[in-house]
């Protein structure tokens, strides 16, 4: 019995391999946004005001992209075994591969954000999105250093 349940970490492949593809095409999407931005800069000669939230956006895609990858590589090492990595890439437990996630989503949230402000926005609902994601923010930061780290 014990063998057959420990035999079952190979289950989260499924997870991995899932992360894998999900990050194969969230680097697609990244460089989709930059080749869409670098139209941009070309067709408007460098003159359009939008051009620097597209530059913003091309960073948050990548940077979802990579933290994917992270994801991946780190259950990988959880669940199955080493890989020759870094270890600065590799979440080393379940609490810091959730401390990761919760600063992948301040991230894209304050990316968000930014975008919100060069659109301008209205300026009252400009600071209840900026409210929100401060809370959220907060909450998260506060799981992260006051969480379980077993």
């Not at 991230?107 to 930014?114: D, M, T």
């Amino acid at each position: 019995m014990k063998a057959i349940i420990e035999s079952t970490k190979h289950m989260t492949l499924v997870a991995v391999f899932a992360l894998m593809l999900s990050a194969a095409g969230a680097f697609v999407w990244g460089a989709l946004k930059t080749y869409k931005t670098l139209s941009l800069i070309i067709i408007s000669r460098g003159n359009d005001p939008e051009i620097s939230a597209h530059f913003i956006q091309v960073i948050d895609a990548f940077l979802v992209a990579l933290a994917i990858y992270i994801f991946a590589l780190s259950i990988y090492v959880l669940f199955i075994g080493p890989l020759d990595m870094p270890g600065s890439m590799l979440a080393h437990d379940y609490h810091e591969l959730k401390v990761r996630l919760g600063g992948l989503v301040i991230l894209v949230a304050a990316v968000f954000f930014v975008e919100k402000l060069i659109e301008g926005t209205e300026a009252l609902s400009l600071l209840y999105l900026g409210a929100a994601i401060a809370l959220i923010s907060a909450s998260l930061v506060a799981f992260a250093y006051f969480g379980d780290h077993n």
